[in-house]
T-cell receptor, first 113, second 109 residues
Framework: SQTIHQWPATLVQPVGSPLSLECTVE??????LYWYRQAAGRGLQLLFYSVGIGQISSEVPQNLSASRPQDRQFILSSKKLLLSDSGFYLC????????????FGPGTRLTVT | QQQVKQSPQSLIVQKGGISIINCAYENTAFDYFPWYQQFPGKGPALLIAIRPDVSEKKEGRFTISFNKSAKQFSLHIMDSQPGDSATYFC????????FGTGTSLTVIP
């Protein structure tokens, strides 16, 4: 069966510090991968998606970047965090871009102080 | 532009009551409509889904009603329980995947 991992689970970082969040998927090959951000009490905002190694599409211009160094690894990064980067970050995968289901990881709670 | 409109934003229901969450869409290319359930601090999990060739799908206490002509679909939770308290997202999938804005459901004992 497929599983998706995210770490760390929680993170508190000062403004201006760098960020690296990691997501890995097990039990499937060549998944489509997604990064979402969820502000407190809000919906899901798609940040990035990837259909393959090294292929990243950005949905929202921002202070963040994403990379996919391996087939089942997706990384969300920032060089300098802003207060507005605080939120709940979710990684998800699907079997194809035109996929009927997305499967989410447990999320990372990021607080920028 | 919001591709999938969801209402209400929040909902409070008594235990044993029926919870109803509504979603609407415009793009007729959508051909799959899943619902996700998210508990606090957790990732959303697929709850139930429907295709537009059926008008209703039931799984236990959860039912999706689908009105293709009106381009609307809704989630009904029968005999709502405190354990159902969560945020619910509708979604629509076709050439892309879009989520609604979410409904925070609270079921009070």
């Amino acid at each position: 069966s497929q599983t998706i991992h995210q770490w760390p689970a929680t993170l508190v970082q000062p403004v201006g510090s760098p960020l690296s969040l990691e997501c890995t998927v097990e039990g499937t090959s060549n998944p489509n991968l997604y990064w979402y951000r969820q502000a407190a009490g809000r919906g899901l905002q798609l940040l990035f998606y990837s259909v393959g190694i090294g292929q990243i599409s950005s949905e929202v211009p921002q202070n963040l970047s994403a990379s996919r160094p391996q087939d089942r690894q997706f990384i969300l990064s920032s060089k300098k965090l802003l207060l507005s980067d605080s939120g709940f970050y979710l990684c998800a995968w699907s079997t194809s871009w035109i996929s009927y289901e997305q499967y989410f990881g447990p999320g990372t709670r990021l607080t920028v102080t | 532009q919001q591709q999938v409109k969801q209402s209400p934003q929040s909902l409070i229901v008594q235990k044993g009551g029926i919870s109803i969450i509504n979603c609407a869409y415009e793009n007729t290319a959508f051909d799959y409509f899943p619902w996700y359930q998210q508990f606090p601090g957790k990732g959303p999990a697929l709850l139930i889904a429907i295709r537009p060739d059926v008008s209703e799908k039931k799984e236990g206490r959860f039912t999706i009603s689908f009105n293709k002509s009106a381009k609307q679909f809704s989630l009904h939770i029968m005999d709502s329980q405190p354990g159902d308290s969560a945020t619910y997202f509708c979604a629509a999938s076709g050439n892309q995947f879009y989520f609604g804005t979410g409904t925070s459901l609270t079921v009070i004992p």
